[in-house]
């Protein structure tokens, strides 16, 4: 049997690790401007690579080398990411690292989504996971079902 000293340490750990996922996932709901992005295709290879998880952080003004995620012209769920190669002050000409050509159409101010800011190798699919409906049930309701039926032990133990 696991001692209490023990059991309280991963029960606080838990607390800790979950609160912090939240935090996470609400900034990244773009609550506070801040989205997370997994990278899709290899478009960007080598420097963003498929299943890269990438923070994107709106700015102000964006500057040719800046790697920016943007919508279509056709199609406003499509996002793309791309680098900036030209800047003609109200649009912008990008191409994909990996790609041999420029991207056929500017990008418009009003079509960036943000800057990538910073991306990590192979947690993009990790927080693929944790958006479908199984990483939701694994990483948030059971767990949760969990606290509260240990949390129900211990004040039902209490009272009698």
């Known amino acids: 049997m696991v001692n209490r000293k023990t059991a309280d340490k991963f029960y606080y750990g838990a607390i800790i690790f979950y609160a912090l996922l939240i935090l996470f996932i609400v900034a990244g709901s773009g609550v506070m401007g801040v989205r997370f992005f997994s990278a899709q295709g290899n478009s960007m290879d080598p420097s963003i690579k498929e299943g890269f998880f990438m923070c994107v952080v709106p700015q102000n003004n964006y500057h040719v080398g800046d790697a920016i995620i943007f919508t279509s012209h056709n199609n ?3 996002l793309t990411t791309h680098r900036i190669l030209h800047d003609n002050k109200t649009s912008f000409i990008t191409k994909g690292d990996n790609n041999n050509a420029t991207d056929k159409e500017y990008v418009h ?35 949760a079902a969990f606290f509260l039926f240990i949390e129900g032990k211990r004040i039902t133990r209490n009272l009698f």
């Open 76 to 78: 406003p769920s499509l």
């Open 109 to 143: 101010v009003s079509q960036i989504v943000g800057k990538v800011v910073f991306n990590i190798p192979l947690l993009g699919g990790v927080y693929i996971f944790l958006k479908s409906f199984l990483g939701t049930m694994l990483f948030f309701y059971v767990p």
